[in-house]
């Protein structure tokens, strides 16, 4: 179909109105093919009719002259219960030059799910009137995924929010940098956010944004606050919600777990980047021995196109608990401890255990040795194994660049970083510049840590660390598997941090084949130190780092031990007792040396 103009009436209107239909399911899409071709070719759009509704829903816009080709558009219809059209207009001012065209309009998995003859399991819900068998995991999420509304009945209401009545039991954090916008209809901006809500996926709608146009700058960050939750025995809470994150400078989307309420917590998922014009569904598994919060953080990107939204949070199989969460008092070392510590006797210079309020030293403390009962000496430390499996970064962070001043970094547009991917989210073509999967699994569903090359530029580093590491013992040594492949592939090096001083310890560099490859990197006798692993972007964006499977072996110091050195032993002059097969070898397993000493 296209269109011809025939007069030249100041303002004119065609409109190609689709039949009208009953109803969707929840899944439905619509796509088609359209030509917008001229110089003054003028808007055209695609809106939503339902019926009982007076405002029509804008799904598509095209503003401009595209260009002298056939162009694909996607549209997200998602459940509509209530019959409705859809409706092509087309607006030309008084002067209109040029061709508008539409062609191959698809309509798919737009009927209700089929009727089943029978449904079992515990992991699959037999809708009641429909008699369609569906995942229980879509139970209770506030979408009508039955075409009947049962999957949606019984559900308690203090563990769901569409937004059309307020936050329900959310709140703004006070910590952050501004609030969510709850919204009806397109957001303000062209080009960027959501153009309805996915719950009534029309302007009746309401949904939350996170705007990033000014006064907002880079990297300000915008919290959503769930109610607290009761930890559970074997059961794992399910968090289900929906987000939309459209715009060429879109940044991130994170979801956080705490469990003490003035920090962040425990990074759970995140996404970042342009994702398309559509609504996508997220499901987290949660598991906590603790009462514990989610946080919903929005941040912002380099630009006004930026929008975020979020829809349709709900949570399955959790217990809502009545209490708040322990804050985290600081000590006037600075140093964090719990306000709930148990009585203890301890002074400044020494950690007190959690469980039991018994006091180690200092030195004591992320030293790859359990020194207190409930080994909460070594929890805010490096994991001595770490596979990402479990999405954390097992203590490891990223350091505030000191390079860039403040006002650089809001105006650089591409930053170069860490983080956690897996073959699974990889797009194609993709597999030949980061791994299609991981080292731990061999799968693209297994996880591992990257510097991802498609942002930044030539020469950029990104550093990510363990926390200090106060001290290791004569034979500690760090494994890890690399992967490093491209064209243009920078380079890796693991450095060994004290203070402010870096010393090199590794490095590679060029793509090094489509395998993993093994690396040991020997550390010895350190102390109040952090391992840095850092990549340097090459040239183009053809060619990912990748890092999985680091271990730290034999790291524990040595222990001075309450008997005599045996006749095997030769007893080091700090009292240690170490292996007379260790003498005069050149390597300092007494760690004061005395077992290299030339007059042995």
Same mark, same amino acid.
């Given at each position: 179909?296209?269109?011809?103009?025939?007069?030249?009436?100041?303002?004119?209107?065609?409109?190609?109105?689709?039949?009208?239909f009953?109803q969707?399911?929840?899944?439905?899409?619509?796509?088609?093919?359209?030509?917008?071709?001229?110089?003054?070719?003028?808007?055209?759009?695609?809106?939503?009719l339902?019926?009982?509704?007076?405002?029509?829903?804008?799904?598509?816009?095209?503003?401009?002259?595209?260009?002298?080709?056939?162009?694909?558009?996607?549209?997200?219809?998602?459940?509509?219960?209530?019959?409705?059209?859809?409706s092509?207009?087309k607006?030309?001012?008084?002067?209109?030059?040029?061709v508008?065209?539409?062609?191959?309009?698809?309509?798919?998995?737009?009927?209700l799910?089929?009727?089943?003859?029978?449904?079992?399991?515990?992991?699959?819900?037999?809708?009641?009137?429909?008699?369609?068998?569906?995942?229980?995991?879509?139970?209770?999420?506030l979408?009508?995924?039955?075409g009947?509304?049962?999957d949606?009945?019984?559900?308690?209401?203090?563990?769901?929010?569409?937004?059309?009545?307020?936050?329900?039991n959310?709140?703004?954090?006070?910590?952050?940098?501004?609030?969510?916008?709850?919204?009806?209809?397109?957001?303000?901006?062209?080009? $960027?956010?959501?153009?309805?809500?996915?719950?009534?996926?029309?302007?009746?709608?309401?949904?939350?944004?996170?705007?990033?146009?000014?006064?907002?700058?880079?990297?300000?960050?915008?919290?959503?606050?769930?109610?607290?939750?009761?930890?559970?025995?074997?059961?794992?809470?399910?968090?289900?919600?929906?987000?939309?994150?459209?715009?060429?400078?879109?940044?991130?989307?994170?979801?956080?777990?705490?469990?003490?309420?003035?920090?962040?917590?425990?990074?759970?998922?995140?996404?970042?980047?342009?994702?398309?014009?559509?609504?996508?569904?997220?499901?987290?598994?949660?598991?906590?021995?603790?009462?514990?919060?989610?946080?919903?953080?929005?941040?912002?990107?380099?630009?006004?196109?930026?929008?975020i939204?979020?829809d349709?949070?709900?949570?399955?199989?959790c217990?809502?608990?009545?209490?708040?969460?322990?804050?985290?008092?600081?000590?006037?070392?600075?140093t964090?401890?719990?306000?709930?510590?148990?009585m203890?006797?301890?002074?400044?210079?020494?950690?007190?255990?959690?469980?039991s309020?018994n006091?180690?030293q200092?030195?004591?403390?992320?030293?790859?040795?359990?020194?207190?009962?409930?080994?909460?000496?070594?929890?805010?430390?490096?994991?001595?194994?770490?596979?990402?499996?479990?999405?954390?970064?097992?203590?490891?962070?990223q350091?505030?660049?000191?390079?860039?001043?403040?006002?650089?970094?809001?105006?650089?547009?591409?930053?170069?970083?860490w983080?956690?991917?897996?073959?699974?989210?990889?797009f194609?073509?993709?597999?030949?510049?980061?791994?299609?999967?991981?080292?731990? $699994?061999?799968?693209?569903?297994?996880?591992?840590?990257?510097?991802?090359s498609s942002?930044?530029?030539?020469?950029?580093?990104?550093?990510i660390?363990?926390?200090?590491?106060?001290?290791?013992?004569p034979?500690?040594?760090?494994?890890?598997?690399?992967?490093?492949?491209?064209a243009?592939?920078?380079?890796?090096?693991?450095?060994?941090?004290i203070?402010?001083?870096?010393?090199?310890?590794?490095?590679?560099?060029g793509?090094?084949?489509?395998?993993?490859?093994?690396?040991e990197?020997?550390?010895?006798?350190?102390?109040?130190?952090?391992?840095?692993?850092?990549?340097?972007?090459?040239?183009?964006?053809?060619?990912?780092?990748?890092?999985?499977?680091?271990?730290?072996e034999?790291?524990?110091?040595?222990?001075?031990?309450?008997?005599?050195?045996?006749?095997?032993?030769?007893t080091?002059?700090n009292?240690?007792?170490?292996?007379?097969?260790?003498?005069?070898?050149?390597?300092?397993?007494?760690?004061?040396?005395?077992?290299?000493?030339?007059?042995?």
């Amino acid at each position: 179909m296209f269109i011809m103009k025939n007069s030249s009436i100041i303002s004119q209107v065609a409109q190609l109105r689709s039949p009208k239909f009953s109803q969707t399911g929840s899944s439905c899409t619509v796509s088609f093919w359209y030509y917008n071709y001229g110089q003054s070719v003028g808007a055209a759009e695609m809106q939503l009719l339902v019926d009982g509704l007076k405002e029509p829903t804008v799904l598509w816009r095209v503003y401009y002259n595209q260009g002298s080709q056939w162009l694909k558009a996607f549209i997200q219809l998602g459940r509509l219960p209530h019959p409705f059209q859809l409706s092509l207009d087309k607006i030309s001012l008084g002067f209109y030059d040029g061709v508008s065209a539409i062609d191959d309009i698809m309509f798919e998995n737009c009927a209700l799910p089929p009727l089943a003859v029978s449904c079992e399991g515990p992991d699959r819900f037999w809708c009641r009137v429909t008699k369609a068998c569906i995942d229980s995991l879509l139970v209770c999420d506030l979408v009508d995924n039955c075409g009947d509304g049962s999957d949606e009945d019984n559900c308690n209401p203090d563990l769901q929010c569409n937004f059309e009545n307020g936050l329900c039991n959310w709140e703004q954090d006070v910590e952050d940098d501004f609030d969510w916008i709850r919204k009806q209809g397109p957001t303000p901006t062209l080009n $960027t956010g959501p153009l309805k809500d996915h719950t009534t996926g029309t302007v009746k709608g309401h949904y939350l944004y996170m705007e990033s146009s000014e006064p907002y700058v880079f990297q300000n960050k915008a919290v959503l606050l769930s109610p607290v939750f009761n930890p559970y025995g074997n059961e794992t809470c399910i968090f289900r919600f929906h987000y939309h994150m459209f715009g060429k400078q879109v940044y991130k989307l994170s979801v956080f777990q705490r469990t003490v309420s003035n920090t962040k917590g425990q990074l759970l998922w995140y996404k970042f980047g342009n994702q398309g014009n559509r609504w996508i569904r997220e499901t987290l598994h949660i598991n906590s021995s603790k009462p514990f919060q989610i946080l919903v953080e929005g941040t912002v990107g380099d630009g006004f196109t930026g929008d975020i939204g979020i829809d349709d949070l709900s949570f399955l199989s959790c217990t809502l608990y009545n209490g708040d969460l322990p804050a985290i008092s600081t000590t006037p070392s600075g140093t964090s401890v719990p306000a709930t510590l148990p009585m203890n006797n301890c002074t400044e210079e020494e950690f007190v255990c959690r469980a039991s309020g018994n006091c180690i030293q200092m030195i004591q403390k992320c030293d790859f040795r359990p020194d207190c009962s409930d080994k909460s000496d070594e929890a805010p430390c490096a994991m001595e194994v770490c596979n990402f499996e479990d999405k954390t970064l097992c203590g490891w962070y990223q350091p505030a660049s000191e390079e860039t001043s403040e006002t650089d970094s809001i105006h650089s547009t591409n930053i170069f970083k860490w983080g956690l991917g897996r073959g699974a989210d990889l797009f194609p073509g993709q597999e030949n510049q980061s791994p299609s999967t991981d080292h731990t $699994t061999f799968t693209e569903e297994g996880w591992y840590l990257f510097a991802d090359s498609s942002v930044g530029t030539f020469g950029q580093t990104a550093d990510i660390a363990t926390p200090v590491i106060s001290l290791t013992g004569p034979k500690c040594r760090m494994v890890f598997w690399n992967h490093m492949i491209g064209a243009t592939v920078g380079s890796l090096q693991v450095l060994s941090k004290i203070g402010n001083v870096t010393s090199k310890l590794w490095a590679q560099s060029g793509s090094q084949g489509t395998q993993w490859n093994r690396a040991e990197v020997f550390l010895g006798i350190r102390s109040s130190f952090q391992v840095v692993f850092r990549a340097k972007r090459g040239v183009s964006y053809m060619g990912d780092v990748a890092v999985d499977d680091i271990t730290f072996e034999d790291c524990s110091p040595l222990l001075i031990p309450d008997r005599p050195c045996t006749l095997e032993e030769f007893t080091c002059a700090n009292k240690y007792c170490v292996p007379k097969d260790n003498l005069c070898d050149f390597i300092n397993d007494c760690a004061d040396n005395s077992d290299e000493n030339p007059n042995i």
